[in-house]
């Protein structure tokens, strides 16, 4: 039976290397010297370091360049909290998604069941896998999903006939 797998899946080599490029560029720039700007990956967090909020905004700006130039959706980007260090110095930590939450996984179930196709929606851990008789069915139900829910960075992936 055909089916494919809807997944929501940043590629984590090339946003290490947007990070380690962004690092580059913020080493390098003119005023960015003698501050404490900086941005680091561990695991999946990018921490982005400056001397004030608006430092932060330019450093995130620079990142959101390197992820967009290698091919990476910076919706996979979860912005946290500005935190203060000390004295004046700020830092912000970004997470990058990995997964679909349970409520957009049921959302999407809701959408191939509303839609009337001959497929069948099951969620399977942080992927939703769609399965149907037909290929046609299957690449329309791609159509519906893409459709309705732009608000995340979706693929498809594991397509079997």
């Keep these: 039976m055909p089916s494919f797998d809807t997944v929501s899946e940043a590629n984590l080599v090339e946003v290490k290397n947007a990070v380690e490029n962004a690092a580059k560029e913020i080493a390098t720039r003119f005023d960015f010297k003698g501050t404490s700007a900086a941005i680091e990956l561990k695991d999946k967090d990018i921490t982005m370091f400056g ?7 330019q450093v995130e700006d620079i990142l959101r360049n390197k992820l967009t130039k290698r091919n990476v959706d910076v919706r996979f980007l979860d912005k946290g909290d500005v935190q203060k260090i000390g004295g004046d110095k700020v830092k ?9 939450e349970s409520d957009a996984a049921k959302k999407i179930q809701r959408l191939i069941k ?4 001959k497929v069948q929606a099951a969620i399977q851990g942080d ?5 149907g008789a037909k290929r046609d ?6 159509a519906a999903i893409r459709k309705d829910m732009d608000d995340l960075p979706l693929s498809f992936n594991n397509f079997r006939d």
């Design 51 to 57: 001397d004030a909020e608006f430092q932060l905004t």
């Design 127 to 131: 992927a939703v896998r769609v399965t």
């Design 92 to 100: 912000q930590v970004v997470k990058v998604r990995n997964g679909i």
């Design 114 to 117: 509303d839609s009337k196709l």
């Design 137 to 142: 069915d299957l690449q329309a139900a791609m």
